[in-house]
């Protein structure tokens, strides 16, 4: 007999609510952010310039910029590549809104180009088809930590000289042929928010090997002021304001933290594998899961579990589905309603719900399973007996 789900009016599996995702503090975060308190700086300062340089060393780039977000880091990056009114940035519609504000908040227009249904990330050929002489840029996003297909779009890239900024924000932590996400030109960007792979509670990093846009993302990032200008020397006090920057700097206390979560960084990795692994093992026999691929030459730290749900097979829609699973108290998410359905690409760039049917049928079917180092055992269990106990009612009341 199949136990009734509670979105039918049985009993939830869960008294409390599981998130999709979270952050993992131990005592050596909290002992590196009280340490850090204790400090002379507690703005930026050099704990910031530790973490940097970790970063950078982890992904084996020459420069690491850390910002207040993973959001003001993609600004940065439009704003170092010079994109500007004008100019068009092809970018994915199956992203959060930061990603195509890399183009938006410098004036650019964001183009959107559809996904390989597969890895849900930009495909190629897509962007070739969207290319203008408009065009300027370029903004794949590593969906759910796995790599968009960077060989295919650095080629694209070349083809018409196009500066690249990898939305690297679920990715830090995986490889591609063997290199660490982040290390591909020109430019990279991490987010440090809760639910990611590392937190420092909110924060963003910048990873690029060209000095030029470390220079000018380094100044941005800090009012693009000038702190010594030439013919000043004997006026110590003299400072100017050379454009129009930012103040987007990044915390020692929030390093602290990050640097601690980078020690971690493995086993988080470890831990994500490992319930993913038991994921695959109890959804291979549950008709109409389709788990997340891993492509041959990638080794991805998967920020999110993102199944697609084939109503024909599993016997319910994906709405039907989301709602079952909070009925059980397990808090699925979807990731992302396109960016083509939103009110401010419709309304700024004309765009319309109907356009991109790979990433809208993609869409129609998503949803991310909870997936984050702290889940017990008995967590992971909970998911698997509220995803497989629907699939079987369904199934069940099928046969009646
Ligand atoms: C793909 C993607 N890009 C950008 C961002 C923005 O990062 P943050 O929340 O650190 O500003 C997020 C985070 O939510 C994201 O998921």
Known sequence: MTETPAHYGGEPIRADVLGYGGQSITDAEREAVVEALDGDYITRGPTVER????????????????????????????????????????????????????????GATPVFADIDPKTRTLDPDAVRERITDDTAGLVPMHYAGHP???????????EHDLTVIWDACHAI?????????????????????????????????????????????????????????????????????????????????????????????????????????????????VPGVEMPVVKDHTDPMFHLCAVEIHADEFGCDRKTFVNAMHAENIGVQVHYVPLHHHPYFQNEFGYSDDEFPVTNRVYSRLVSLPLFPEMTETDVGQVIEAVTGLQSYHASNAEH
């Open 173 to 285: 932590g995986g490889t591609y042929r063997g290199e660490p996400i982040g290390a591909q030109r020109d430019m990279a960007v991490f987010s440090f928010h809760p639910v990611k792979n590392i937190t420092t509670a909110e924060g963003g990093m910048i990873v690029t090997d060209d000095d030029h846009l470390a220079e000018r993302l380094r100044s941005l990032r800090s009012f693009e002021m000038d702190y010594a200008p030439a013919g000043h020397e004997d006026e110590p006090w003299f400072q100017v304001t050379e454009g129009l920057g930012y103040n987007y700097n990044i915390t020692d206390l929030q390093a602290a933290l990050g640097l601690a979560q980078l020690d971690r960084l493995d086993q988080f990795k470890a831990r994500r594998d490992e319930i993913l692994a038991q994921y695959r093992e109890a959804f291979a026999d």
């Open 51 to 106: 973490f940097e340089e970790r970063v950078a060393d982890l992904v084996g780039v020459d420069h690491a910029v850390a910002t207040t977000s993973g959001t003001t880091a993609l600004h940065l990056c439009g704003r170092a590549a010079d994109f500007g009114e004008g100019d068009e940035v092809i970018t994915t519609p199956l992203t959060f809104a930061s990603t195509a504000h890399v183009a938006s908040y410098t």
């Open 148 to 158: 968009a297909d960077i060989d295919e779009l650095l080629d694209v890239a070349d």
